[in-house]
């Protein structure tokens, strides 16, 4: 249980750090026709924090 919670929680911190950087750098988005607005970035950012220090917290708590 404590590899996959590590393993979890750097996934879910690498999300952040790429969704971070899109919010940084500007850079598009788009699945398909539809253009993903950056705020949805955010969005992402706080759940996936959420799940990477819950992770953490589960593994070394």
Known sequence: ???YLIISGTFFA???VLHGMRLVC???A???SFQIPLWASGLAIGLAAGL???A???AFG
Request: aromatic share 22%.
């Open 52 to 54: 990477a220090s819950w």
């Open 30 to 32: 788009q699945i398909g």
């Open 1 to 3: 249980m404590f590899t």
């Open 56 to 58: 953490f917290t589960l």
């Open 14 to 16: 690498l999300i952040v």
């Open 26 to 28: 500007r850079w598009p």
